[in-house]
């Protein structure tokens, strides 16, 4: 089980930095001309070419479970639906954003596993086992500051395995944990977020109930006052800067 969680994670690790590397020094061909006796010219991709197309499979899921990706976008969308806004960012832009806060928290992580891992491997310098075990440590690290450890002991003991320390655990039992951490603090975030609006939408439908106009929707009337506050007090300045916080910057 082992050797296959760092089989997976080489080629994850080959998607996210070598691809860009081959490409300029020329070490992946893309396609191998063959030619027969006869003359005639016969094309085929490389196996390590068809590897890399294969493995772009998995950086949608690298991308969502492994990063800062699944906190964000969760929190972008309860903030969505605090303000009363249905469509508006629309799920691009929701999408959008949260990828380049991703990149922009992930930054210094990505760094350490190409100077410690993929530099060395593509320099001949280390080997392609000792390559992987450089680069999960970059990655586990962050995993681990962020995962509890009631979620971490959870699925240790699902997984029924035997850890005497957060750093042996192995990297296929870290990913559920980690997510699962993660959905919880982005809940937590959510609600601090979801209270000022709410407030604001109970004292509307308040009003509008004494005034005698209850055919009103109060979320109509509500959404200019939420949209005022949310400007006032710099929302999205709030919210960006206090989600980045959250993960130690």
Known sequence: MKKTNNWIFAWLLMMLFAHPVAA????????TVTTGPDGA?????TLQVL?????????PAMVIMMTSFTRIVVVMSILRQALGLQQTPSNQVIIGITLFMTFFIMAPVFERVNDQALQPYLAEQISITEAIDRGQGPLKDFMLAQTR???????????DIQVSSPEEVPIHVLIPAFVTSELKTAFQIGFMIFIPFLIIDLVVASILMAM??????????SLPFKLMLFVLVDGWNLIIGSLAASFGL
């Open 24 to 31: 300029q020094t020329g070490a992946l061909p893309a396609i």
């Open 41 to 45: 010219q016969e094309y085929s991709l």
């Open 51 to 59: 590897g890399l197309m294969t493995a772009l499979s998995f950086l």
């Open 149 to 159: 450890v009631t979620d971490l002991q959870t699925f240790v003991e699902m997984a």
């Open 212 to 221: 005698g106009m209850m055919m009103l929707s109060p979320m109509i009337v």
